[in-house]
């Protein structure tokens, strides 16, 4: 019970976040929109961003991949499931649209 409890209330809130802020990022001509924190979001200009590039491990025969977008102060990582498409074409498209 004292460990049911905490546990409820934090995948409660985590499903409220994905309700309440479904679209953690966005890309314009200007820059990207980032979700910050609970459901705050942040833009950062193409110029400020360092690197964008993908983690990929691979522990107990499963592949994970994780979006790591470098604006120098921060570091921005989303997983597929955030994204709703893979990293690695995230990527790409990124790339594509800040250059």
Request: net charge positive; glycine share 4%; proline share 0%.
């Given at each position: 019970?004292?460990?049911a409890v905490p546990a409820?209330?934090?995948i409660g809130?985590?499903?409220?976040?994905?309700?309440?802020v479904p679209v953690r990022l966005a890309a314009d001509d200007s820059g990207i929109t980032v979700v910050h924190g609970f459901a705050g979001r942040r833009h950062v200009p193409w110029e400020a961003i360092w690197d964008i590039k993908v983690d990929v491990r691979r522990r107990w025969g499963l592949?994970?991949?994780?979006?790591?977008i470098d604006t120098g102060d921060f570091l921005h990582i989303f997983s597929s499931h955030e994204l709703g498409a893979s990293p690695t074409e995230v990527a790409a498209a990124l790339?594509?649209?800040g250059t």
């Open positions: 019970m004292i460990l409820t209330v934090l809130a985590m499903g409220l976040r994905d309700l309440l592949r994970s991949e994780m979006l790591e790339r594509r649209r």
